[in-house]
């Protein structure tokens, strides 16, 4: 893979073919990034039915697991959450999530020597795997 592609270790597996994130001068974006564990079939915060559908989900682990993925991406770029500066939000049922998104969302991002990056969120039918969010993250390096 070229120097300006990422596949970390620490992360799931991408479901496509497309690296977990590419640079660009001093950016890095990351593609679509779920609570996933890398080298797992369980998913956390997913309860899944026998035909492999969700029959429940905690949205506020899946943001945490998200959340700790993102980090791992960025380390392994020789970035930092620090370095966040734009977060695009996909949420599969924004009436029930978003409130508990937001509680989540503000423990990482909100107060004093915390990155307080540019936020879009979006809600959205389906998302590739049987989650209920995933996020889109772009950052600086150095």
């Given at each position: 893979m070229s120097k300006d592609q990422l596949v970390s270790d620490r992360a799931p597996e991408p479901v496509g073919a497309y690296p977990h994130a590419r640079r660009v001068g001093n950016l890095l974006f990351l593609s679509g990034v779920g609570?996933?564990?890398?080298?797992?079939?369980?998913?956390?915060?997913?309860?899944?039915?026998?035909?492999?559908?969700?029959?429940?989900?905690?949205?506020?682990?899946?943001?945490?697991?998200?959340?700790?993925?993102?980090?791992?991406?960025?380390?392994?770029?020789?970035?930092?959450?620090?370095?966040?500066v734009d977060v695009l939000v996909f949420l599969t049922n924004m009436k029930d999530d978003f409130k508990s998104f937001n509680g989540v969302y503000a423990e990482y991002f909100a107060g004093e020597g915390k990155p307080n990056p540019s936020r879009t969120t979006i809600e959205v039918g389906a998302l590739p795997t049987p989650i209920a969010v995933e996020l889109k993250v772009i950052a600086t390096i150095g």
């Open positions: 609570p996933r564990r890398r080298g797992a079939k369980e998913i956390p915060g997913v309860t899944l039915a026998p035909d492999g559908s969700i029959a429940n989900y905690d949205v506020e682990a899946q943001c945490r697991s998200c959340f700790d993925n993102v980090r791992a991406v960025l380390e392994d770029a020789g970035s930092s959450w620090e370095n966040i």
